[in-house]
């Protein structure tokens, strides 16, 4: 079947820098693309989501763009705090499904002091 | 308050064992899910109710079998528990209305270890 991947499944970033957290798509039929943070014995936490007719949307510190050509999809952390660090999971909606979330594998990002 | 709501969040069980976990959602949604999440930290569908109707049943052994009383509540009973269920178990619930995915929203789980 289709799959969402991600290719790091480990980030390290200093306090202060930048995060990048990638991830491909398979379904081109999707309608939301949605970014997850999952910290430890917690269930996924909304951070962002963009829907398939757009490529760029911004939100408090984080930026989500999408390439549909390329199937592309990133989460874009400004400044990374440490409680930034989490799993982060893309996830994908294709509303003939009803409404299941498809998720990725999970990048674990770590915010070194 | 908590919006989606699981117990027990911890549950050891021997093999061969049934179990019951509960979810309720106090958001006025219509639709719920079961999760699972593995020990690679993979999230798959299980289940997805709405309006106590059953509209997805990926493939799950029917040793696993979900039940809504009412659209607040969908509770997952797992009869003759085998090794391999041990794993995080998700509740989720969305409204379906509008931005479809923010109004998704996941409990904190539950970690079934099978002995």
Known sequence: GESVGLHLPTLSVQEGDNSIINCAYSNSASDYFIWYKQESGKGPQFIIDIRSNMDKRQGQRVTVLLNKTVKHLSLQIAATQPGDSAVYFCAEIYSGSARQLTFGSGTQLTVLP | ?115
């Open chain 2, 1 to 115: 308050d908590t919006a989606v709501s699981q117990t027990p969040k911890y549950l050891v069980t021997q093999m061969g064992n049934d179990k019951s976990i509960k979810c309720e959602q106090n958001l006025g949604h219509d639709t719920m899910y079961w999760y699972k999440q593995d020990s690679k930290k993979f999230l798959k569908i299980m289940f997805s109710y709405n309006n106590k109707e059953l509209i997805i049943n990926e493939t799950v052994p029917n040793r696993f079998s979900p039940k809504s009383p009412d659209k607040a509540h969908l509770n997952l009973h797992i009869n003759s528990l085998e090794l391999g269920d041990s794993a995080v178990y998700f509740c989720a619930s969305s409204d379906g209305q509008g931005a479809i995915s923010a109004g998704y929203t996941f409990g904190s789980g539950t970690r079934l270890t099978v002995v």
